[in-house]
């Protein structure tokens, strides 16, 4: 369990065991509740109406229109073909303008990402396709370099857009998480590697790790489990546990 | 409104009031006045429910209201605390209270933060969502969600730090 998961729990739990409202309390404020909807005095305050749920792995689609963004802009601004050579890990998702319409059932008011509401969800890539044998990168050389094609700073004179690092961490595990949905596991390990190494300190440590947990997981590596294990062990209220468990078919408690 | 829609309403209330009252202590409304804030979640339902159509979960949408209202009585009790005296530092916050119980403790940890910062590290670490309801919920874009949460973990993590050995102990008890 990380340190502020270790610190944090105590009081989650106890939280959890603590009596909450007294029974006449939750009684009473029924009633002034029902009397007031008789009444029709019903406030003013404005609040959105009830949205859509989502898959939670839609968050990666959206972070690969993310870095479809990015990476136009960064494009647009060198004004080069210097992205080319990286296009098979950075570039892009083909975007279809057709899809960013939302559905006409749809709430007009809540959602303040139209476009991304009427996207399908991603299928999860992990498991059904991916060969028995145990997992071996391939081809890590070339991976490798084209990871570093793809993550290196642009440093050339008429650079006019700096990104900062957090977009910069940013794309580079979008860049991960693309590869994963595409099936392409060898490659989204050595996005992981290469964040760690590039960004020790980064701000999505737990994301990184994640990545890497799940990608070892899709290519069924021997290492999956107990990565996966540890993972939960380390950070088990992370937003990314859910995901962890499901690709991993794991939890803490298993062995 | 209906008996019928009435009688709905009474069933939501009777299973999730405890969730609201929760999270709206969470999200820093008084003690004192949480059960007038709850009552004002339950109104804003009455008022919303029509346009409920299962594609959500209850609770999300609860979650959003609860935040708005308690936004709403975060405003009146600045507005009330700027009559009265000037506001204390609103970085500094309450120092973690070894005589409180661990739960009260747990809030005045989350009043360190800002209501922007406390509404997502609520939603990730204590409602165990994932970054996308996150943003969903609070109307975010999810590099958004990440930056608040990673905000607000530090400081949540400071202040764990600082706060006396035996306050932790009392927690693990």
């Given at each position: 369990m990380n340190r502020l998961g270790e610190l944090l729990q105590p009081l989650i739990d106890a939280e959890q065991r603590s009596p909450g409202p007294a029974p006449q309390a939750v009684t009473d404020c029924w009633d002034r509740i029902a009397a007031d909807v008789r009444r029709g005095?019903?406030?003013?305050?404005d609040v959105p109406p009830p949205a859509p749920s989502r898959s939670p792995l839609l968050w990666a689609t959206v972070i690969v229109l993310g870095v479809a963004l990015l990476g136009a802009v960064a494009y647009v601004s060198r004004g080069s073909n210097e992205l080319a050579p990286s296009a098979t890990i950075?570039?892009?998702?083909?975007?279809?303008?057709?899809?960013?319409a939302p559905p006409s059932?749809?709430?007009?008011?809540?959602?303040?990402q139209p476009a991304l509401q009427a996207l399908p969800v991603a299928p999860q890539p992990v498991l059904q396709a991916l060969p028995e044998e145990p997992f071996e990168p391939a081809d890590s050389a070339s991976s490798v370099k084209r990871v570093t094609r793809a993550i290196r700073?642009?440093?050339?004179?008429?650079?006019t857009v700096e990104e900062d690092t957090f977009a910069a961490e940013l794309r580079l595990l979008a860049d991960g998480q693309a590869a994963l949905n595409r099936g392409d596991h060898a490659l989204a390990l050595e996005i992981a590697d290469q964040y760690q190494k590039t960004y020790p300190d980064g701000h999505f440590r737990e994301e990184r790790d994640a990545l890497r947990v799940i990608a070892l997981c899709a290519a069924r590596s021997p290492k999956a489990a107990a990565a996966a294990r540890r993972f939960l062990r380390a950070a088990p209220n992370s937003i990314h546990a859910t995901r962890v468990r499901d690709a991993c078919a794991v939890s803490t408690d298993t062995p | 409104m209906s008996p019928a829609v009435l009688a709905q309403l009474e069933a939501l209330y009777r299973e999730h009031h405890a969730y609201v009252w929760r999270n709206l202590q969470r999200l820093g409304v008084s003690e004192s006045q949480v059960a007038d804030a709850v009552h004002d979640v339950f109104l804003v339902v009455a008022r919303r429910?029509?346009?409920?159509?299962?594609?959500?979960?209850m609770r999300t949408w609860l979650f959003a209201i609860s935040f708005r209202v308690a936004q709403s009585f975060h405003r009146d009790r600045q507005r009330q605390a700027q009559r009265e005296q000037p506001l204390d530092d609103p970085d500094a916050g309450p120092a973690p209270d070894a005589s409180a119980d661990t739960s009260i403790m747990l809030h005045q940890l989350l009043q360190r933060l800002d209501d922007d910062k406390r509404a997502v590290f609520i939603l990730a670490h204590l409602e165990g969502m994932t970054a996308s309801e996150i943003a969903t919920v609070l109307g975010l874009k999810i590099p958004t969600v990440y930056s608040r949460l990673r905000l607000a973990r530090e400081v949540i993590e400071r202040a764990l730090n600082d706060a006396p050995a035996n306050t932790q102990r009392r927690a693990q008890r």
């Open positions: 005095s019903l406030p003013a305050i950075s570039a892009p998702a083909p975007f279809d303008p057709s899809r960013t059932s749809a709430p007009a008011v809540v959602d303040p700073p642009n440093r050339t004179a008429d650079a | 429910l029509h346009e409920f159509e299962h594609r959500a979960t």
